[in-house]
């Protein structure tokens, strides 16, 4: 059965770099036909996507973020990581990492259902 | 960038029947946007309810269901319970971004 699992600092000061990891069990981030993501929501508020990517193909980024935003994978671990640089009390949120709904076979891509984390919430505190 | 709009709250009586609406600033949603809907409780991560317009999840209850209507996506849930309070999003697919969430409407079950 499918499992994420996000980690890292809940605490990140302003300026500096946030920095998360998604741990994936049940599926294999190298092999799989499907996209991989990130998701954000701020307390209280709604959903942001922030990137996604497909394992032998491109990285997407919301422009709102693509400067300051890496999302890479480590295929020995399982595991996608999130990079957000020079945060702001803005970027405090609950991150989720997903496993996106669509997947691609050759040159065709269909839809299909997301599977999300629990989330890890992240303060931008001083 | 574009902008998906969703009705802020809703109400609707236990047993009765709601429709949300999803719509988008590029014009009519169609299913190459691949609507999708997620609910989420209070605490909890979000969920798929439908995605693909009108698929269900394995989870997703037979009262709710998934359409185009007026130049929208729409979920509709016929015979609300108690359990189906929650926040509802939709997601819009432009390319391969998989990625334009709605506000989300927060729906009552009074």
């Known amino acids: 059965q499918l499992q994420l699992q996000e980690s890292g600092p809940g605490l990140v000061k302003p300026s500096e770099t946030l920095s998360l990891t998604c741990t994936v069990s049940g599926d294999s981030i190298s092999s799989s036909t499907h996209y991989w993501g990130w998701i954000r929501q701020p307390p209280g508020k709604g959903l942001e996507w922030i990137g996604n990517?497909?394992?032998?193909?491109?990285?997407y980024y919301n422009p709102s973020l693509k400067s300051r935003v890496t999302i890479s994978v480590d295929t020995s671990k399982n595991q996608f990581s999130l990079k957000l640089k020079s945060v702001t009390a803005a970027d405090t949120a609950v991150y989720y990492c997903?496993?996106?709904?669509?997947?691609?076979?050759?040159?065709?891509?269909?839809?299909?259902?997301?599977?999300w984390g629990q989330g890890t919430l992240v303060t931008v505190s001083s | 960038q574009a902008v998906v709009t969703q009705e802020p709250s809703l109400t609707v009586s236990p047993g009765g029947t709601v429709t949300l609406t999803c719509g988008s600033s590029?014009?009519?949603?169609?299913?190459?946007?691949?609507p999708y809907w997620f609910q989420q409780k209070p605490g909890q991560a979000p969920r798929t309810l439908i995605y693909?317009?009108?698929n269900k999840d394995s989870w997703t209850p037979a009262r709710f269901s998934g359409s185009l209507r007026g130049g929208k996506a729409a979920l509709t849930l016929s015979g609300a319970q108690p359990e189906d309070e929650a926040e509802y999003y939709c997601?819009?697919?432009?390319?391969?971004?998989?990625?334009?969430f709605g506000g989300g409407t927060k729906l009552t079950v009074l």
């Open positions: 590029t014009g009519v949603v169609t299913t190459s946007l691949y």
């Open positions: 990517f497909f394992y032998s193909g491109s990285t």
């Open positions: 693909d317009t009108s």
């Open positions: 997903a496993r996106r709904g669509r997947y691609c076979i050759g040159s065709s891509c269909y839809p299909d259902v997301e599977r």
């Open positions: 997601l819009l697919s432009y390319g391969s971004a998989l990625g334009v």
